[in-house]
Structure formats: C-alpha cells, structure tokens
C-alpha cells in the first residue's frame, strides 16, 4: 500500500523553520538592542533588518515549495555559475565589502549580501543533480564534484572564511559518501583533509593565535581569548533556567557578535540549559524531518538534494555551537535560521522550502 507522506510529518519542516526564525528574531533584539543603541543610535536596527528578511524569506518558502524541482535539475550548471561569480565579485574594489579583515559581502548599493550563503547551496543543488545522474561509485564520477567544490572552498578560504569553507568541504564529503562513494576512496580523502586543516592553520597567524587561545584563553583576556571567556561568563551565568528573557549582562558590549556568532551564548545566559535544550530539540526535529524526507524521496535527485542541504545545516548548527561552547577552536559561523544576517535567513527559509517541495511530491510506503 502507498500514500503520501503524512499532513502533519511534511509540514514539521516548514513550520520549524518558521519557529527557528521567529526565535531569532527575539533574541537578536535582545541581543543587540543595547549596541544598536549605543552605536547606531536605534536599538531596533538589527531586528528590522532581519524582520524584513523575514518576510522575503516566507515569501522564497512559498516559492521553493511549489517550483517544479526539475527546473533546478536542468539548471544547475546556471546555478553553480552564479554562486561562483558572486564569490568572486566579492574581491573587486569597490563591489566587495571589508569588515575585520576579511572580505566576504557584496555591496549591492541598496544593500549587502553574502555570496558565500548562496554558493554553498548552488553547489548542493549542482552536486546533487549530476551524481543523481553519476553516480560516484567510480572515481572518475568524483572527479567533477571534487573540482566543483574545491573552487566554491577556494573561494571561500580566499575571503578568508574557514569555518564555512570547513562547513561546505564536510558537507561535500557527506553527500559524495551518501551518493556512493566507496570506503576506499572516501577515508583517504578524509584522511588527507584532516592532515590540511591543521596545515592551513599553521599557514595563518591569526589561526595559530585563534588555536592557542582556545587552548588557553586566559593567557590572553583582553585579546585572542577575550571572546570566548566572554561566552563562558554568559554560559555560566545562564545556570539551569537562565537570568530571564532580555536580561542578558553580557550583551552590554562585553560579548562581541552577539546578534550574530555568538547569540548562541545570549540565549544560555538568557533562558539557560533549559533553553538550550529546547532550541536543540528543535533544530533536531528539523534535521529528523529533512532525514526522513531525503530517505524516502521519489527519485535520485530528490534524495541527494535534500541530504546535501541537511548536510550543510546540520554541520553549521554543530560548528557554531561547538565554538560558543569552547569545544572548538574559535572561528566565526552563524547559527542557521536564529543569527542576525539578512541573506542567510532567506536563504535557509528558501532551501526549507525546497525539503518540503520533495516531502510534497513523495510517496512513502506506509509500515503498520
């Protein structure tokens, strides 16, 4: 016997994204309001921006849940152009966007966009479709996906940005192994990957500084380690059940990027473990979803599509909280969906919308 996929199941996605984003937007008022303040003289700058991206990003939902998705199939050469030409724009003068050394926005006249937050899915998109249709079981079908994504990853490490280029080459990994390639290439290539992280790392000084503080912070506290001892204080203070909803002490321009990196550790100090567990279970019933869609998915594409996207979700929600909590090496990711950023936002509520496009098509055998 077969039917659809149940009302509730596919519409979870959709409306824990929905969740995900409005959490977000309280929390990043309550985050920045202070800062806003004080530096920009509107304690609601950030949230406006992001509620507006709010709008857009229901409106790209809507949108990515009805498209035909044989539309991005046949077009995902197209799709992974543009992410590249974006990624590139960004080191023209004048048209890419510099803030504390790194150069990772575009400047659009009216507004600014990261094309960094695009690109990665054009390569899900573009990677999903061709070994739908290649399947990496022999390395030659690899070799194209490889090269796609070690220019997106170039790219992206030349702004510098290493935790999203981490984030995209992991994710790659994910999908290229979920589409079938081989333990026998698969744990060499992983292998070499683990022998360039720390390569890279001692390559740049700021990495080197970035891994000793995580080793140590309080060797440097007004410097390197100033940020994640920062985190810790809020961590601390948040205790079981949290200081209170916009009570936070560590907004008031102690942690830097709180609206943005670090909200994760706001929203500890605020609403506490209980809190944090709460958010947790959210982002994982939203990953369940997107498991549950990609697994039972009608076609090749459909399936690959949907693990590559929650692929990259999942690596992000685990990175950025990783950082926050000290149990990495400090680098700057945003929380999907909860972070102040325009374009990441809309982005994210668009490719939810693609997830629950294939759970709309799907059929599913039912299990009694």
């Given at each position: 016997m077969r039917s659809k996929l149940k009302f509730r199941e596919r519409y979870l996605l959709p409306i824990t994204t929905v969740v995900l984003a409005l959490i977000g937007l309280v929390m990043i008022y309550s985050a920045s309001s202070y800062s806003a303040e004080i530096n920009l003289g509107d304690p609601f700058f950030y949230v406006k921006k992001q509620a507006v991206a709010f709008v857009a990003g229901l409106i790209l939902m809507i949108v990515a849940g009805r498209i035909k998705l044989e539309w991005l199939h046949k077009a995902r050469v197209p799709i992974l152009a543009f992410g590249i030409i974006l990624l590139a724009l960004v080191f023209v003068p004048g048209l890419g966007v510099e803030s504390y050394g790194a150069t990772r926005w575009l400047d659009l006249g009216f507004t600014t966009i990261q094309p960094s937050?695009?690109?990665?899915?054009?390569?899900?998109?573009?990677?999903?479709?061709?070994?739908?249709?290649?399947?990496p079981i022999k390395l030659k079908n690899a070799v194209v996906p490889i090269l796609c994504a070690l220019i997106v990853a170039g790219l992206i490490m030349a702004e510098p940005n290493m935790s999203i280029t981490v984030c995209v080459v992991g994710s790659v990994l994910l999908l290229t192994y979920?589409?079938?390639?081989?333990?026998?290439?698969?744990?060499?290539?992983?292998?070499?990957?683990?022998?360039?992280?720390?390569?890279?790392?001692?390559?740049?000084?700021?990495?080197?500084?970035?891994?000793?503080?995580?080793?140590?912070?309080?060797?440097?506290?007004?410097?390197?380690?100033?940020?994640?001892?920062?985190?810790?204080?809020?961590?601390?203070?948040?205790?079981?059940?949290?200081?209170?909803?916009?009570?936070?002490?560590?907004?008031?321009?102690?942690?830097?990027f709180a609206e943005s990196d670090f909200i994760f550790s706001v929203i500890a100090?605020?609403?506490?473990?209980?809190?944090?567990?709460?958010?947790?279970?959210?982002?994982?019933?939203?990953?369940?979803?997107g498991i549950r869609t990609a697994m039972n998915a009608k076609n090749r594409f459909y399936s690959l599509l949907c693990a590559g996207i929650i692929s990259v979700t999942a690596l992000q929600v685990l990175i950025n909280m990783a950082v926050v909590t000290g149990s990495i090496p400090p680098t700057g990711v945003p929380l999907p969906l909860i972070s102040a950023g325009?374009?990441?936002?809309?982005?994210?509520?668009?490719?939810?919308?693609?997830?629950?496009?294939?759970?709309?098509?799907?059929?599913?055998?039912?299990?009694?």
């Open positions: 937050e695009l690109s990665k899915f054009g390569l899900m998109i573009f990677l999903a479709s061709y070994m739908s249709e290649h399947p979920t589409a079938g390639l081989p333990k026998k290439y698969f744990i060499p290539i992983v292998v070499l990957l683990a022998i360039a992280v720390p390569t890279l790392i001692i390559l740049e000084p700021y990495r080197v500084k970035r891994l000793l503080a995580f080793l140590d912070p309080w060797q440097n506290p007004k410097g390197e380690g100033y940020q994640l001892i920062q985190s810790y204080y809020a961590l601390g203070n948040g205790g079981l059940f949290g200081v209170g909803l916009f009570a936070s002490r560590q907004k008031y321009l102690f942690l830097p100090e605020e609403t506490g473990v209980v809190g944090c567990v709460f958010l947790i279970l959210i982002f994982a019933l939203y990953l369940f979803v325009g374009t990441g936002l809309m982005t994210y509520m668009f490719v939810s919308g693609l997830v629950y496009n294939v759970a709309r098509v799907t059929n599913v055998e039912l299990k009694p």
